[in-house]
Antibody, heavy 115, light 107 residues
Framework: EVQLLESGGGLVQPGGSLRLSCAAS????????MSWVRQAPGKGLEWVSV????????YYADSVKGRFIISRDNSKNTLYLQMNSLRAEDTAVYYC????????WGQGTLVTVSS | DIQMTQSPSSLSASVGDRVTITCRAS??????LTWFQQKPGKAPKSLIY???ILHDGVPSKFSGSGSGTDFTLTISSLQPEDFATYYC?????????FGQGTKLEIK
């Protein structure tokens, strides 16, 4: 059974930083591209970023480009999202997901940016 | 960016009904379209990719069709567990944009 378990969410002040992690099991992690998707409270889904299976290619939504960094450690079966210069509009549940096309989702971790 | 427009935004239907949700892309996406189901407070669930291919374990009551820019998700014989919000997403061109969602409610 594939499991994706996010952690690292919480309350952070505007301008602050946070690093999300996603521990993967039940899949050959090193052969999967991985994605981050977020959902602001009461809103729809927003694609954030994707990283290739090797980690050599990364892509970002314009709304986070230059502030967020996606990375992975295939030896630890773990995906990361380093979020810097956080803004109120980054408040959302952040989901890690496998591939595109997305097949498996984590349960999400809530990030709240507020003073 | 490719804009994905779903219609309707909300839909009321009864148990046993068949419903269709439409997703239109602002430019061609080579059938690189996926559909998700999301229930309140839960993570999305992947239903269909490649516009027409069901993910493993997804019941055949769900079907996808379309090509180019116009796509549909059809759900036959609605059951109480099918009432949820449905999203489409294109994965042809970065950024991989989502539709705004269609909320399917019980009539």
């Amino acid at each position: 059974e594939v499991q994706l378990l996010e952690s690292g969410g919480g309350l952070v002040q505007p301008g602050g930083s946070l690093r999300l992690s996603c521990a993967a099991s039940g899949l050959t992690f090193s052969t999967y591209a991985m994605s981050w998707v977020r959902q602001a409270p009461g809103k729809g889904l927003e694609w954030v970023s994707v990283i290739s299976d090797s980690g050599g290619k990364t892509y970002y939504a314009d709304s986070v480009k230059g502030r967020f960094i996606i990375s992975r450690d295939n030896s630890k079966n773990t995906l990361y999202l380093q979020m810097n210069s956080l803004r109120a509009e980054d408040t959302a549940v952040y989901y890690c997901a496998s591939r595109p096309p997305i097949d498996y989702w984590g349960q999400g971790t809530l990030v709240t940016v507020s003073s | 960016d490719i804009q994905m427009t779903q219609s309707p935004s909300s839909l009321s239907a009864s148990v046993g009904d068949r419903v269709t949700i439409t997703c239109r892309a602002s430019q061609g996406i080579n059938n690189y379209l996926t559909w998700f189901q999301q229930k309140p407070g839960k993570a999305p669930k992947s239903l269909i990719y490649g516009a027409t291919i069901l993910h493993d374990g997804v019941p055949s009551k769900f079907s996808g069709s379309g090509s180019g820019t116009d796509f549909t998700l059809t759900i036959s014989s609605l059951q109480p567990e099918d009432f949820a919000t449905y999203y489409c997403q294109q994965y042809n061109t970065y950024p991989y944009t989502f539709g705004q969602g269609t909320k399917l409610e019980i009539k």
